[in-house]
């Protein structure tokens, strides 16, 4: 089984990971009716530090599926952005627990500002990452390595995401490198993603 932890915690930008979550969400379910013959089930959860609702950046709340501690074992963990970041950017528990669970990850990723609670683990020091566009300076200000004007980097199996939807496209990446890019592009037709933006000749 291949088991995906979506870590959320109040002030959570909402695409962050309900983005990845509809992309995780619906290669399971394509993996259950056989659409992937030969792939384990796969097994995806949010988890945050307590059961309790979360309230999300613009107001959603949501329900974890379990706590940190609860969590089992993970293939991939995802640490989605939003203003909370900043707070539990010294939350040591959080912090600690990402670090624990990272090095028996198969991928460690990140949406948007979720990038800051890699680097303040510990875990993305060293390496490329993406992040949104406004928190480009900050990050680099606390001595991270940021690439600029993409969707998403790799560098090993540290896989972080631009800001918000850019979260679904390294999640459709990641369904390639699990499975295999074919099955990702079925997941993609599934949910009906492939954008175009109204407006895109307009100049901001």
């Not at 979360?54 to 089992?72: F, H, N, Q, W």
């Not at 198969?106 to 990038?115: L, N, R, W």
């Not at 990050?139 to 800001?163: F, K």
Request: with cysteine; aromatic share 8%.
């Amino acid at each position: 089984m291949t088991t995906i932890g979506i870590v959320i915690f109040d002030d959570v930008e909402e695409l962050d990971f309900v983005g990845p979550w509809e992309v995780f969400g619906a290669a399971r379910a394509m993996i259950e009716k056989a659409e992937a013959p030969g792939v384990a089930p796969w097994r995806v959860h949010l988890l945050a530090e307590t059961g309790g609702p979360i309230r999300c950046a613009k107001g959603m709340r949501v329900l974890p599926d379990a706590t940190l501690a609860e969590s089992s074992a993970l293939d991939v963990v995802l640490v989605p952005g939003g203003m909370g970041t900043r707070r539990e950017a010294n939350n040591q528990g959080l912090l600690a627990w990402l670090r624990e669970v990272a090095p028996r990850c198969t991928f460690v990723t990140s949406v948007c500002t979720g990038a800051l609670l890699l680097h303040e683990a510990g875990i993305s020091r060293g390496r490329r990452v993406a992040t949104h566009f406004n928190f480009v300076e900050p990050l680099r200000a606390r001595g991270a390595n940021v690439a600029e004007n993409v969707r998403y980097v790799q560098d090993g199996n540290l896989i972080s995401a631009a800001g918000v939807s850019a979260g679904i496209d390294m999640s459709l990446w990641l369904v390639g490198q699990l499975v295999d890019p074919r099955f990702a592009r079925k997941v993609q037709r599934w949910i009906e993603y492939d954008p175009k933006p109204p407006y895109a000749d307009v100049a901001i």
